[in-house]
């Protein structure tokens, strides 16, 4: 089916037609969903679409309309349903963090195209290889906060979720034929595990920039300040952080402390706009900045020797298993166990088993090798 054969979209913006949907999707076995956020266009970036597809009909509902989405929690919740996404842990972060959906029995056609060691992996590339279809992503930085949604946005919307389910059907038997099935749905679990974190926190701290740490003390002081007044700026016109400024010019304002606009305008860091609405105020942050008490960067507590011999020992072994399975290193072991691995030191399988308890398939393939490894 080429583009322009889809079937046109249901759009969900009445309370009684997300009932409606709601109740229709408790019926299925399977349903597609993807998101769509604003991150580009606004300071605290919300969810603006939700697309679910069943096998008949593809959906959009609009939360900017609809006040109250918990019709849709059960289908999420659902363990008997499975939500078929594609890259699900940005969508599943801002579903939680939106409407406080919680998750069960998820197919990541991502994770799985990873685990089958695939080199292209994005939906676009899964696309064309499996249906031969080529899609246009121009798209894919629109502002979905716009309303009214040019009917060009609805479909490219729809597109990423009406092709999930074959595309989920192919990579399923593909992993069930080289028997990484297990493996693929220990993954899943994991994913549904999110995190009540708002995964893009908007934050002062300074050190998160590129070559805060090779300032002086004093001039990192001037940089925090410098942020501080970034974040209330893009808070004040609701626009994301880098459109304010980004992070270089706040390096470079750092490094040279203009005092005066005139010192400012002959760095040519800013036009004559930006300097016109916020030059002043750059000026007073500096200031401010040169009259606090210096800061410092957190110097976290250094790992031992012993610890790091562990994580290397493991880091070999794990991209020599990697290569052998033609896959990312991080598909054999996620970084967030190889590091616990490494700091509790299991000395046999049952204290690694408590480790890997979440990962019953990569135990049993890999528990005596990573013994070993770590005590080699």
């Known amino acids: 089916?080429?583009?322009?054969?889809?079937?046109?979209?249901?759009?969900?913006?009445?309370?009684?037609?997300?009932?409606?949907?709601?109740?229709?999707?408790?019926?299925?076995?399977?349903?597609?969903?993807?998101?769509?956020?604003?991150?580009?266009?606004?300071?605290?970036?919300?969810?603006?679409?939700?697309?679910?597809?069943?096998?008949?009909?593809?959906?959009?509902?609009?939360?900017?309309?609809?006040i109250d989405l918990s019709p849709l929690a059960p289908i999420f919740a659902d363990p008997n349903i499975e939500k078929i996404f594609h890259a699900s842990e940005y969508d599943l972060i801002c579903l939680k963090r939106d409407f406080g959906f919680t998750f069960n029995n998820i197919f990541d056609t991502f994770t799985a195209a990873r685990i089958?060691?695939?080199?292209?992996?994005?939906?676009?590339?899964?696309?064309?290889?499996?249906?031969?279809?080529?899609?246009?992503?121009?798209?894919?930085?629109?502002?979905?906060?716009?309303?009214?949604?040019?009917?060009?946005?609805?479909?490219?919307?729809?597109?990423?979720?009406?092709?999930?389910?074959?595309?989920?059907?192919?990579?399923?038997?593909?992993?069930?034929?080289?028997?990484?099935?297990?493996?693929?749905q220990e993954d899943f679990k994991r994913l549904?595990?999110?995190?009540?974190?708002?995964?893009?926190?908007?934050?002062?701290?300074?050190?998160?920039?590129?070559?805060?740490?090779?300032?002086?003390?004093?001039?990192?002081?001037?940089?925090?300040?410098?942020?501080?007044?970034?974040?209330?700026?893009?808070?004040?016109?609701?626009?994301?952080?880098?459109?304010?400024?980004?992070?270089?010019?706040?390096?470079?304002?750092a490094i040279e402390c203009p005092r005066t606009i005139e010192e400012m305008v002959g760095l040519e860091l800013l036009n004559s706009r930006q300097i016109k609405q916020d030059g002043e105020a750059i000026i007073a942050a500096i200031n401010k900045g040169l009259a606090a008490s210096p800061i410092y960067p957190n110097r976290s507590h250094r790992p031992s020797d012993e610890f790091l011999s562990r994580l290397e020992n493991l880091r070999k072994w794990r991209k020599n298993a990697a290569m052998k399975m033609q896959v990312s290193s991080d598909v054999v072991l996620p970084r967030d166990l190889l590091f616990q691995i490494a700091e509790l030191d299991p000395v046999d399988m049952k204290e690694l088993q408590d480790i890997m308890k979440n990962v019953p398939w990569r135990l049993q393939q890999f528990g005596d090798q990573i013994i070993h490894a770590i005590h080699e």
Not at 3 to 13: A, F, G, R
Not at 156 to 183: G, M, S, V, W
Not at 221 to 247: G, S
Request: charged share 25%.
């Open 192 to 253: 549904c595990q999110v995190n009540n974190h708002n995964g893009d926190e908007k934050s002062n701290d300074c050190w998160r920039i590129n070559g805060a740490n090779d300032l002086s003390p004093q001039k990192a002081t001037v940089l925090q300040e410098l942020c501080r007044l970034r974040d209330r700026i893009a808070k004040r016109i609701n626009q994301p952080l880098f459109k304010v400024f980004n992070d270089r010019v706040l390096i470079e304002l």
């Open 116 to 184: 089958l060691g695939r080199e292209a992996v994005g939906l676009g590339s899964l696309l064309e290889s499996e249906f031969s279809m080529t899609v246009n992503k121009r798209y894919q930085r629109a502002n979905w906060g716009q309303r009214p949604l040019p009917s060009h946005l609805l479909t490219y919307a729809q597109i990423d979720t009406h092709f999930l389910i074959p595309l989920r059907d192919r990579l399923a038997a593909e992993l069930t034929k080289k028997n990484l099935l297990p493996l693929a």
């Open 1 to 66: 089916m080429s583009i322009t054969e889809l079937p046109k979209p249901h759009l969900i913006t009445q309370v009684e037609t997300l009932n409606e949907l709601s109740e229709k999707l408790k019926g299925e076995k399977r349903v597609a969903v993807d998101t769509e956020s604003n991150s580009l266009y606004a300071y605290q970036e919300q969810v603006c679409l939700i697309q679910f597809s069943i096998t008949q009909q593809d959906y959009i509902v609009d939360p900017l309309v609809l």
